[in-house]
């Protein structure tokens, strides 16, 4: 069932184990090059740059249109540095190309004269060359982060911070103030979560999620998954369920979703969740040779939640299983935060009955080290008919199942 989204082999612990916390750092790629003699560019350095760069309205604009649009588009606040340099002012999602003539001045025309002007000095340090300077930064995966970039008022040039990548809550921070002649310096200031909430601040980070397909894209790209908070359009499982002799069939719905803490440093942005389903699809099965012909499958969503959503129930409505079969009695279900780290695998069983007794089918999926695992175990079928529309916790979120009867046209 492939509708744009990763589309994963499952696997799941026993119910027992649910709550699990992998905090490895051993993503040897996240911390060097690529190459022994190519250019890496640290995130203070680009901070660096952008501190010393003389923002107008024309640039603070640019910004926080790509970050309205990457956050409309179901991603973090984010501008990624390949969308600047490449296509201005597009954001994380956008399918359309902007031409440069599209901003008066780009930003990018202005870190790359910041750039030149600073080769003749020091950058963190060390002397830099402009053009392998450059050509890293557009290759990165380093973008700029503004939280709270709903409130700002139009006008307020931004502190410039970046992630210090080790969990703290405050970093160093830097202004350009300008002095009564005209020239400006650049101010340091100590920078945490709750300046960024009064005034604009621009944080030098990772991208993390531009690589998967958000929900809200794949509701552009399939009208089926419905609007995320209005009414659920749900399709018929397949076309053996519309020749059957049931006259209906039922939709496992995930109605909404609230986290209940951030996982991150605030430095990171938002928290990334997937939601992951593990079942047999469309299962018949009456024999137990017919059992062996059916693969298991997993819907595997991505729900970007930004650090002010955190205790407030965030429209979900995605379809988690598009036939629960009455043989069905077990599904798999976890909620991992993504963090990254090496690939693993993870095993369980789902269960289903044929014939009257039940049976567990093995399925695995891969997992990475360093996610976080919110919730993993086993969600039964009279289980999810008892808490039909009732909001139930599972670790650190609370969620709310819906079981939708359709009837077969």
Sequence with gaps: MNR???ILMISVLPAMTLLSCEVLDDDIEKHVADEPD????????VAEVLSAIPLGSAQLSE???AVSSSSGNGYDEEYTMRNLFESPGLGVGDKDTRTVEAWQEPLRDLIEKQVYSMSSTKVSGGRVDPEAFLAALTKSDIQIYWPFSGDWDGESTPIITYDPEDGSAANIGYRLVYNDDGSGQVEEVIVDEEMAKGQPVWVVNRNDDAGYTSLEMLRREDPAWGEGGGTIIVKPASAAALKGTEDSFKTMILK????KRNYDSWFAGASEFFVKTGYV???TASTEAELRLYNPMVTDFMIVVKRNQVGKPQPFNAILMSDWSDQMSECAFMITEDDGGTQ????AKAKVYV?????GVEVTFPVNTKDDIVWRGSLSGKWLEANDDVVGHFGDVDLTFEIVENQIP
């Design 4 to 6: 744009g989204i990763l």
């Design 38 to 45: 190519s250019t890496f560019v640290g995130l203070d350095e």
């Design 63 to 65: 910004v926080f249109s």
């Design 256 to 259: 909404d979703f609230t986290m």
């Design 281 to 283: 699809d469309d299962f």
């Design 344 to 347: 693993t695998d993870w095993t």
């Design 355 to 359: 014939a009257g007794k039940s049976y």
